[in-house]
T-cell receptor, first 110, second 114 residues
Framework: QQQVKQSPQSLIVQKGGISIINCAYENTAFDYFPWYQQFPGKGPALLIAIRPDVSEKKEGRFTISFNKSAKQFSLHIMDSQPGDSATYFCAASINNDMRFGAGTRLTVKP | NAGVTQTPKFRVLKTGQSMTLLCAQDMNHEYMYWYRQDPGMGLRLIHYSVGEGTTAKGEVPDGYNVSRLKKQNFLLGLESAAPSQTSVYFC?????????????FGNGTRLTVT
């Protein structure tokens, strides 16, 4: 069974809009929640990450919101740009065990 | 700075054939991983290594073998390829395990098994 569920599968946003991607996890032992960004033909690259003792982390236009009691976390991309068009993966890990969500293909229209 | 390099980039195999995918990293990372990426499934861990000479099974290890004879290299082998192994394979490395050490991925190998 998939331990990290990600939605939506695809997302289209206008330039300047807010992109929101949601993830839910099952294993309460997970202690690290990264988001990876992947461009076509490339490997995923770490975008931003959060620990479960923090409710929000912001880096530039990217923010992770974390709700430990609901076992959910989300990525918000403010002022979305065409260059943000990529596939985004949420993940949850403990030690060597990192589980990825199925991915969200984001398209930002100019 | 090369980071994580995967070879080959593309490969087509017939059912039953064997092949080896090579991953090389130049960051002196201890941990190395092999993932497969399939549509709607995200990335799933096949095998990983916590240091030279060690390997361990991940989430989907069946049909694959690995070896880590040198710290900088991690090989993924398919002894008898099956169409279900058609996928994009990614190698990754990290300095340590857990949240202090992000994964660094290569650019992938697209494998098609006919």
């Amino acid at each position: 069974q998939q331990q990290v569920k990600q939605s939506p599968q695809s997302l289209i946003v206008q330039k300047g809009g807010i992109s929101i991607i949601n993830c839910a996890y099952e294993n309460t032992a997970f202690d690290y929640f990264p988001w990876y960004q992947q461009f076509p033909g490339k490997g995923p690259a770490l975008l931003i990450a959060i620990r479960p003792d923090v409710s929000e982390k912001k880096e530039g236009r990217f923010t992770i919101s974390f709700n430990k009691s609901a076992k959910q976390f989300s990525l918000h991309i403010m002022d979305s740009q065409p260059g943000d068009s990529a596939t985004y993966f949420c993940a949850a890990s403990i030690n060597n065990d990192m589980r990825f969500g199925a991915g969200t293909r984001l398209t930002v229209k100019p | 700075n090369a980071g994580v390099t995967q070879t080959p980039k593309f490969r087509v195999l017939k059912t039953g054939q064997s092949m080896t995918l090579l991953c090389a990293q130049d960051m002196n990372h201890e941990y190395m991983y092999w993932y497969r990426q399939d549509p709607g499934m995200g990335l799933r861990l096949i095998h990983y290594s916590v240091g030279e000479g060690t390997t361990a099974k991940g989430e989907v290890p069946d049909g694959y073998n690995v070896s880590r004879l040198k710290k900088q290299n991690f090989l993924l082998g398919l002894e008898s390829a099956a169409p279900s192994q058609t996928s994009v394979y990614f190698c990754a490395s990290s300095l340590t395990a857990g949240r202090q050490s992000p994964l660094h991925f290569g650019n992938g190998t697209r494998l098609t098994v006919t």
